[in-house]
């Protein structure tokens, strides 16, 4: 079975800083890659998803992730963090064709000050 | 299109109680899935249903059932309540890889 890890749990930076989140995942075959955003009170959103070709893509709120095979990789990455960028952010992995689901890593809660 | 709904949005239980939570997708999706989120822990699949007429147990199935009533509606049940299943339960569904974002507003669920 695949795990995911996200290896911060807890970041607090200030506006304009940059941000990358760490995801590492473990399984011996393809993945496909995620990264969601929940904001306070509300549901996931999907910022991104990578399935094949070029490793760094481009999401949505000008997130973007990088693949790194090699390193089982998937980290987030924005140049530079809004207040509104205040949430938590989750990586996940799903093998094959998604319909057996996701695997969630436990989530990075990022705090941005003013 | 509403996408994914869910009812309730807030519900406590007595250990013991049962109760049904509902969910819904107007997309046309063939697979759907239930996820429960707990803090520290992300979002951890208890069952999904990838297509009309199967169901599958997730990472966490232990005290629920499920029912995929049709293409559109799977449910979760919580036959007997325990304090550990205080959760927020969110639904989800998609239809292959390309449209695995969709989640519902979630149920915040309190067992007394």
């Known amino acids: 079975a695949q795990s995911v890890s996200q290896h911060n749990h807890h970041v607090i930076l200030s506006e304009a800083a940059s941000l990358e989140l760490g995801c590492n995942y473990s399984y011996g075959g393809t993945v496909n890659l995620f990264w969601y955003v929940q904001y306070p009170g509300q549901h996931l959103q999907l910022l991104l998803k990578?399935?094949?070709?070029?490793?760094l893509v481009k999401g949505i709120k000008g997130f973007e992730a990088e693949f790194i095979k090699s390193k089982f990789s998937f980290n987030l990455r924005k140049p530079s963090v809004q207040w509104s960028d205040t949430a938590e952010y989750f990586c996940?992995?799903?093998?094959?064709?998604?319909?057996?689901?996701?695997?969630f890593g436990k989530g990075t809660h990022l705090i941005i000050q003013p | 299109n509403a996408g994914v709904t869910q009812t309730p949005k807030f519900q406590v239980l007595k250990t013991g109680q049962s109760m049904t939570l509902q969910c819904a997708q107007d997309?046309?999706?063939?697979?759907m899935y239930w996820y429960r989120q707990d803090p520290g822990m992300g979002l951890r699949l208890i069952y999904y249903s990838a297509s009309e007429g199967t169901t599958d147990k997730g990472e966490v199935p232990n005290g629920y059932n499920v029912s995929r009533l049709n293409k559109r509606e799977f449910s979760l049940r919580l036959e007997s309540a325990a304090p550990s299943q205080t959760s927020v339960y969110f639904c989800?569904?998609?239809?292959?890889?390309?449209?695995?974002?969709?989640f519902g507003p979630g149920t915040r669920l309190t067992v007394l």
């Open positions: 996940a992995v799903t093998p094959g064709g998604g319909a057996d689901g996701l695997t």
């Open positions: 990578y399935f094949s070709g070029d490793p």
């Open positions: 989800a569904s998609s239809l292959g890889l390309t449209s695995l974002g969709f």
């Open positions: 997309m046309n999706h063939n697979s």
